[in-house]
Nanobody, 125 residues
Framework: QVQLVESGGGSVQPGGSLRLACVVSGDTFSDYAMGWFRQAPGKEREYIAVISWLVNSTYYRDSVKGRFTISSDNAKNTLHLQMNNLKPEDTAVYYC??????????????????WGQGTQVTVSS
């Protein structure tokens, strides 16, 4: 019954910024570990960042560390991804995903049961 809806994608120049949002409905937001993934044409969907309440930690893939920040607004059941200093290689469809939170943090897309529809991010001159 959990539903995820992403928004905030768009087209920006290299060095620009975007802030993505994922609104969660249908269940208790804090019961789920949340993640951001992306998929570029011809490539597999890859992990970007994960946040876990039970472990009280966030995790990022190396290529976005220092540029992207995952955060939550629990009062609004919303997950955010702040993306700064965007690069052309960041161009992809970005997805929000959720799984029942546990004490084991995972980044594999196959272990996330709930997904949003995706939002397009394009970085070009």
């Amino acid at each position: 019954q959990v539903q995820l809806v992403e928004s905030g994608g768009g087209s920006v120049q290299p060095g620009g910024s975007l802030r993505l949002a994922c609104v969660v409905s249908g269940d208790t937001f804090s019961d789920y570990a949340m993640g951001w993934f992306r998929q570029a044409p011809g490539k597999e969907r890859e992990y970007i960042a994960v946040i876990s309440w039970l472990v009280n930690s966030t995790y990022y893939r190396d290529s976005v560390k220092g540029r992207f920040t995952i955060s939550s607004d629990n009062a609004k059941n919303t997950l955010h991804l702040q993306m700064n200093n965007l690069k052309p290689e960041d161009t992809a469809v970005y997805y929000c995903a959720a799984r029942r939170d546990t004490y084991v943090v995972v980044t594999s897309r196959t272990l996330y049961a709930y997904w949003g529809q995706g939002t397009q991010v394009t970085v070009s001159s």
